[in-house]
C-alpha cells in the first residue's frame, strides 16, 4: 500500500460518500450493518457469507475508499489487516481474524467524524451462514 488514498480515488473520502454505494449489497438497518450479534452490545454486529474472509475484505475495501491507509503487521512481519482514517476524521479497520472470536471483522469507529451519514459505531464480524 503506497501513497495517497485507497483505490486511487484522486481525493480523500468521507466515510459517507461510500456507503450509498453499499446499501445494495450491505443494508444499513438504523445506522448500523448486519444482523445485531448475542452479544447484549448493539454494537457488534453480524454479517453472514458462504466466504466470509472474502466479503469481510469487499465490505471494508468499498468503506474505507478514498481514505488513508495503514497496514497492520502481526510480530513476525505478516498482514493482518488494515486501517483507513477518512476524511471526516473515522476510522475503518480491517482484521482477517478478531482476537474476540477469530472471525474476519470491521470496526467502523465514527466518534471523531464530522459527517458519519448516519452510521454508528460498530464491531462487525463477518461469520460463515
Do not use: C
Request: proline share 2%; glycine share 14%.
Amino acid at each position: 500500500m503506497g501513497l495517497g488514498y485507497k483505490g486511487d480515488t484522486g481525493h480523500h473520502h468521507t466515510i459517507g460518500e461510500n456507503i450509498d454505494g453499499m446499501k445494495n449489497d450491505y443494508p444499513i438497518n438504523d445506522g448500523y450493518f448486519g444482523s445485531k450479534s448475542d452479544n447484549k452490545d448493539n454494537r457488534v454486529r453480524h454479517i453472514e457469507s458462504s466466504d466470509p474472509s472474502t466479503t469481510a475484505k469487499d465490505f471494508y475495501d468499498r468503506i474505507a475508499n478514498g481514505g488513508i491507509e495503514k497496514e497492520i503487521m502481526d510480530k513476525s512481519g505478516k498482514i493482518k489487516g488494515a486501517t483507513a482514517k477518512m476524511a471526516d476524521g473515522s476510522i475503518v479497520t480491517w482484521r482477517n481474524v478478531s482476537n474476540s472470536d477469530g472471525s474476519p471483522a470491521v470496526d467502523i469507529n465514527i466518534s471523531k467524524t464530522s459527517a458519519s451519514g448516519g452510521l454508528k459505531l460498530q464491531k462487525i464480524h463477518f461469520i460463515k451462514g
